[in-house]
T-cell receptor
Framework: GESVGLHLPTLSVQEGDNSIINCAYS??????FIWYKQESGKGPQFIID?????DKRQGQRVTVLLNKTVKHLSLQIAATQPGDSAVYFC?????????????FGQGTILTVHP | GAGVSQSPRYKVAKRGQDVALRCDPI?????LFWYQQALGQGPEFLTY????????KSGLPSDRFFAERPEGSVSTLKIQRTQQEDSAVYLC?????????????FGQGTRLTVV
């Protein structure tokens, strides 16, 4: 069936480095994608989203890239800080009658070393 | 409140016991979603409400799971005759109106442990 998945389950970086988290998706009908950050004991926190008619979107220290040709999504975090340590999920919305219903990937654990 | 509130934060149930999990969405948010998150996994969709109407319950794993939102605000997820495989974090999310609004706000979740 359709699914969203991540290439790397864990990522360890030094403080100040740039981080890149990748995600593959298979549902070509998805109209937007979201990256969430989840800290231990908390619910997912919205980071940034991108619509399917875009290929790049920038936020504060974060950039999301969408490559529809190869169905690939990435999250780039600039100057990674220890507070960025968390699990990162990509999620997609296929639209339809349940607009906002999200399909999540497995998650990548990001660890930032001071 | 300012965010999505879920209660209780933690629930321990004996196998076979019924449980009820509560979600208070952000005021005015039309859409409400329930997700189940197993340890080490991403959240998985359970059910979706638009106001009081349950438009999608395709993710509910069995007929032991039941959700309601009778007045279009607070929602309750009920699990009857709990089993060990029901142990997970149950997340509620709400979203405002309009397809231009993509951000769903999540609560902190209820961690259910069935013993």
């Amino acid at each position: 069936g359709e699914s969203v998945g991540l290439h790397l389950p864990t990522l360890s970086v030094q403080e100040g480095d740039n981080s890149i988290i990748n995600c593959a998706y298979s549902n070509s009908a998805s109209d937007y994608f979201i990256w969430y950050k989840q800290e231990s004991g908390k619910g997912p926190q919205f980071i940034i989203d991108i619509r399917s008619n875009m290929d790049k979107r920038q936020g504060q220290r974060v950039t999301v890239l969408l490559n529809k040709t190869v169905k690939h999504l990435s999250l780039q975090i600039a100057a990674t800080q220890p507070g960025d340590s968390a699990v990162y999920f990509c999620a997609e919305n296929a639209g339809g009658t349940s607009y906002g219903k999200l399909t999540f990937g497995q998650g990548t654990i990001l660890t930032v070393h001071p | 409140g300012a965010g999505v509130s879920q209660s209780p934060r933690y629930k321990v149930a004996k196998r076979g016991q019924d449980v009820a999990l509560r979600c208070d969405p952000i005021s005015g948010h039309v859409s409400l979603f329930w997700y189940q998150q197993a340890l080490g996994q991403g959240p998985e969709f359970l059910t979706y409400f638009q106001n009081e109407a349950q438009l999608d319950k395709s993710g509910l794993p069995s007929d032991r799971f039941f959700a309601e939102r009778p007045e279009g605000s607070v929602s309750t997820l009920k699990i009857q005759r709990t089993q060990q495989e029901d142990s997970a974090v149950y997340l509620c999310a709400s979203r405002g109106m309009g397809t231009s609004n993509t951000e769903a706000f999540f609560g902190q979740g209820t961690r259910l442990t069935v013993v």
